[in-house]
C-alpha cells in the first residue's frame, strides 16, 4: 500500500537549519508530484512547496529563498533543506503525493 514516511524534524534554534526527509513506497513515485505542508497548532495546513515529476520547484511566499524542495528518484525519497528557520517555521511538516496521499507528519520546532 502507499506510504509516506517523514523523518528529520527535531528542535533548533532561530537561524539554524533541518533537512526533512519523505521516503515513498507503494506507487511510482519517479511519475508523481510531490508536495511539503505544515500546520501549526490553531491553524490549518499550509502548502509550502512542490516538486514536479520533471524536478520544477515552487515555494510559498513565506519560506522562497529560505527552504529547498529536491527529490531523489533513485531512492523514491523527497527533501525539504530549510535554512534560517524562524519560530514561525514551528509545525508539522507532511508530505503528500499528487493523488492525496499523506504521510504521518515530523515535528520541527524552531525556539531559543
Known amino acids: 500500500q502507499v506510504q509516506l514516511v517523514e523523518s528529520g524534524g527535531g528542535l533548533v534554534q532561530p537561524g539554524g537549519s533541518l533537512r526533512l526527509s519523505c521516503v515513498a513506497s507503494?506507487?511510482?513515485?519517479?511519475?508523481?508530484?510531490m508536495g511539503w505542508y505544515r500546520q501549526a497548532t490553531g491553524k490549518e495546513r499550509e502548502w509550502v512547496a512542490g516538486?514536479?515529476?520533471?524536478?520544477?520547484?515552487n515555494y510559498a511566499d513565506s519560506v522562497k529563498g529560505r527552504f529547498t524542495i529536491s527529490r531523489d528518484n533513485a531512492k523514491n525519497t523527497m527533501y525539504l533543506q530549510m535554512n534560517n528557520l524562524k519560530p514561525e517555521d514551528t509545525a508539522v511538516y507532511y508530505c503528500?503525493?499528487?493523488?492525496?496521499?499523506w504521510g504521518q507528519g515530523t515535528q520541527v520546532t524552531v525556539s531559543s
Open positions: 516538486i514536479s515529476r520533471g524536478g520544477n520547484t
Open positions: 503528500k503525493n499528487e493523488v492525496g496521499y
Open positions: 507503494g506507487f511510482a513515485f519517479s511519475i508523481n508530484g
